[in-house]
């Protein structure tokens, strides 16, 4: 199966807990440009098919916003541990959905959201427990 741009938008979407209208919207609102920019990075680096002009147009930027968003990944990277997992997960995803049957996307993005959704609530259980270990 071939990822496609919108593809890669859902799965972050879902991810980050935005909608796909934020993500392609105008917000500058950081909770969402961070999604933004994570998935302009996917899409460049799953979508090889794709020109950065292309990318661009799927996402209502222009091709310097993309190069932007795929330099300010890889710098967040380097410097954020939670950023590169969060990043790793999500292109992990998107090689599953790449060998996969077509059908099974949807199967495969609904299990994503549980699967963030646990995540999130397990690291929300180890901040608690932290805290109140510290008190």
Same mark, same amino acid.
């Given at each position: ?40 990075f996917l899409v ?7 020109? @950065?002009?292309?990318? &661009?147009? /799927? +996402? #209502?930027? *222009?091709?310097?916003?993309v190069f932007h968003?795929?330099? @300010?990944?890889?710098? &967040?990277? /380097? +410097? #954020?541990? *939670? ?53």
């Open positions: 199966m071939r990822i496609t741009a919108r593809t890669v938008l859902t799965l972050v979407a879902n991810h980050y807990e935005v909608s796909y209208a934020e993500i392609t919207g105008p917000s500058r609102l950081r909770r969402i440009s961070l999604p933004r920019q994570v998935a302009m460049w680096r799953h979508c090889s098919h794709l020109s @950065k002009p292309q990318i &661009g147009k /799927a +996402m #209502s930027r *222009d091709h310097t916003s968003g795929i330099q @300010k990944i890889e710098e &967040g990277i /380097a +410097m #954020s541990a *939670d950023l590169a997992r969060d990043v790793a997960f999500l292109s992990r995803r998107l090689g599953a959905m790449r060998d996969f049957n077509p059908e099974w996307k949807t199967r495969i993005i609904i299990a994503e959201r549980e699967l963030t959704k646990l995540y999130r609530d397990a690291s929300r259980v180890a901040v608690e427990i932290e805290y109140d270990q510290a008190a």
